[in-house]
């Protein structure tokens, strides 16, 4: 990936995202299946290392959020991008329909629960942002379900307002705390999303993975699409921005996605704890202690 560019892909909020102007698909960065392996084996070496000296400077934190049409891919990113990265380190959590305790809560409360300690990269497979997508799209979520004051839903337009400035805040709140936060955007197309769901039917293996839903929610596409372009416009900042990748092709997602994650972490101002001369000659001295140890 030597023509790598992480500016093809970053949204930072310097110029106006059009979700209509946004690929698809992408031009190839792997001519084989075994330079795939090659170069998707390296990507999680390196990601690996990264989180280890991530772990023992222990003043960042990551939060990597994804974000998608369903079938776009994002499962299978998460699990191959992070598949050699020492799981001490990294923690996934995945949000699907709140449950009654998180409903009596803020829309904020349950991803608080489950942000990045320092030293380690967090996963979030959807996120708050569902808040502004999903319930932005179908609105009765929020009037019928989420017991807001009658007088707070009103005006359904202030309603999003609000809650994309509580996301800013939240981000320059974590950024301020040395937890750094990306988000993807997933982006598959219509025609291609409808082969995956129709292979989802008809192969047997992967019937567990069809939700009628997913079929009611294609109806709404352009509204999802108009959803998610005034999200990314109206959250996308430099302390915290955006990479929509085309998602089209998964083995081409999953070795970008894995290059900007390691990028991030490349641009944090992290070394392994020095340990001093003094220090040294302290540690140096054990040496004697542990192979005295072995005569006993």
Not at 69 to 97: C, E, Q, W, Y
Not at 168 to 187: A, H, W
Not at 281 to 294: A, D, H, P, R
Request: glycine share 4%; charged share 35%; net charge neutral.
């Amino acid at each position: 990936m030597s023509d790598f560019k992480i500016e093809d892909y970053r949204i930072d909020g310097t110029s106006k995202f059009d979700i209509k102007k946004a690929k698809t698909k992408f031009k190839d960065i792997y001519d084989t299946k075994e330079e795939y392996e090659t170069m998707q084996s390296e990507s999680a070496k390196e990601l690996d290392e990264l989180q280890s000296m991530m772990y023992a400077h222990n003043r960042y934190g990551l939060l990597v959020i994804f974000q998608a049409m369903d079938a776009a891919g994002k499962d299978g990113t998460i699990k191959h991008v992070l598949s050699g990265v020492n799981p001490v380190g990294v923690k996934i959590h995945s949000f699907k329909r709140p449950t009654e305790t998180e409903l009596e809560h803020d829309f904020l409360w349950r991803t608080n629960q489950v942000l990045p300690q320092r030293g380690t990269i967090t996963i979030f497979n959807r996120s708050y942002y569902e808040e502004v997508l999903v319930v932005k799209v179908e609105p009765d979520i929020l009037t019928k379900s989420q017991r807001l004051p009658l007088e707070l839903t009103e005006d359904l337009d202030k309603v999003w307002k609000h809650r994309y400035s509580d996301i800013r805040s939240l981000e320059k709140y974590l950024y301020r705390n040395g937890i750094r936060v990306i988000k993807f955007f997933l982006n598959v197309s219509k025609e291609e999303q409808a082969a995956r769901l129709i292979e989802r039917i008809e192969d047997p293996s992967k019937n567990w993975k069809f939700e009628e839903q997913d079929v009611k929610v294609r109806d709404k596409w352009n509204e999802y699409m108009a959803a998610y372009e005034t999200c990314i416009n109206e959250t996308a900042s430099k302390k915290a921005p955006w990479y929509v990748v085309p998602a089209d092709d998964k083995k081409n997602l999953r070795l970008t996605v894995s290059r900007i994650i390691t990028e991030e972490l490349k641009n944090m101002k992290m070394s392994y704890p020095d340990s001093g001369p003094e220090r040294t000659e302290e540690l140096k001295s054990f040496i004697e202690v542990i192979n005295n140890q072995n005569k006993v």
